[in-house]
């Protein structure tokens, strides 16, 4: 059997008919409408000013990348487009994964995840990044990732969890690691929401011969 064939025996298993394609951002060509969000750092829902993004045609993770510098002594994060948002709830259960770098890593409350959606802010608690290389994220879609309001607030339930995925207003990723403004350059790049069933096992945002590797390991 070539890799070929097996490459596509593995979509298909792990891609069933009704399962919704993956949204992803490779950022190959342009920003792709991410923008940047400066946040009040007490209430993740509240949008205090913004940002200036660059486009940097290449050296991502891989191909061409987005950076930003932090604005303000706020919590800014990259701000989701529209194609991430609406009514995501074939995505319960699946994952958003993304990739990013930074040269400051230094005040731990900034390694979040926000979701907007359905009257509720949810946010997942990550590791904090490494300086100066690119590490990858994949945070499930499961009521057990998140808080609402804040990484230490209340349990999220499944009801909540699927709200805000049926009405989701906002992908919030945060870039605030450094404690003091202008103080870290944030590079973010393969933001991908995928199904529980997505065939892209590396995250990149491509089914090819990685996630091949990946399924017959």
Do not use: H
């Not at 298909?12 to 940047?36: D, K, L, Q, R, Y």
């Amino acid at each position: 059997v070539s890799a070929s064939s097996a490459l596509a025996a593995a979509v298909a298993i792990a891609s069933p008919a009704t399962a919704a394609p993956p949204i992803v951002s490779t950022f190959s060509m342009n920003a792709e409408g991410w923008t940047i969000a400066d946040l009040n750092c007490s209430n993740y829902n509240q949008i205090v000013g913004g940002g200036t993004i660059s486009w940097i045609a290449s050296g991502g993770a891989p191909g061409g990348f987005l950076r930003s510098t932090d604005p303000t002594g706020n919590c800014y994060s990259y701000e989701s487009p529209s194609v991430f948002e609406g009514d995501k709830s074939a995505y319960l259960g699946g994952a958003l994964r993304w990739r990013i770098r930074t040269n400051v890593a230094d005040w731990l409350p900034g390694s979040v995840l926000i979701l907007i959606g359905g009257g509720n802010v949810l946010v997942a608690d990550v590791p904090q990044p490494t300086t100066n290389a690119w590490l990858g994220y994949s945070v499930p879609l499961t009521a057990a990732s998140f808080r609402l309001n804040s990484a230490g607030g209340p349990a999220v339930s499944p009801a909540q969890m699927q709200a805000t995925l049926a009405n989701l207003a906002s992908i919030r990723i945060s870039a605030e690691f450094g404690s003091e403004q202008g103080e870290e350059t944030v590079d973010i790049d393969s933001i991908a929401l995928v199904t529980a069933c997505s065939a892209d096992l590396d995250g990149d945002g491509q089914v090819g011969a990685t996630d091949l590797g990946i399924l017959l390991g």
